[in-house]
């Protein structure tokens, strides 16, 4: 796998943990110092947002498999020219 797409899946896992945690964080703690309806609102945001960073990474990994795939069921003819070599 790429350098490039390792790193932004584990960016994305980080940025998922910190969404969790911040919004267990407004859920415990939040409702005694904001009004509900902004709590409750800040609480489905960044449990969305942290499903979706545990998503992603799910999603590019399996594009990048589908796409590792097909390079391999090509052949060499898919990685350069027509009689196989790079240019």
Known sequence: MDDRLRKRIMLF??????NIFLGLY?????????PQDTATTLVI???AFGAVD???P???RKKWEEQ?????????????NEDGSRK
């Open 13 to 18: 896992h980080a940025a998922g943990v910190l």
């Open 54 to 56: 545990f998503y992603m």
């Open 26 to 34: 407004v859920l415990i703690e939040g409702f005694n110092f904001l």
């Open 45 to 47: 945001f960044f449990l």
């Open 58 to 60: 799910y999603a590019l």
């Open 68 to 80: 590792e795939r097909a390079r391999r069921s090509a052949g060499p003819a898919a990685a350069g």
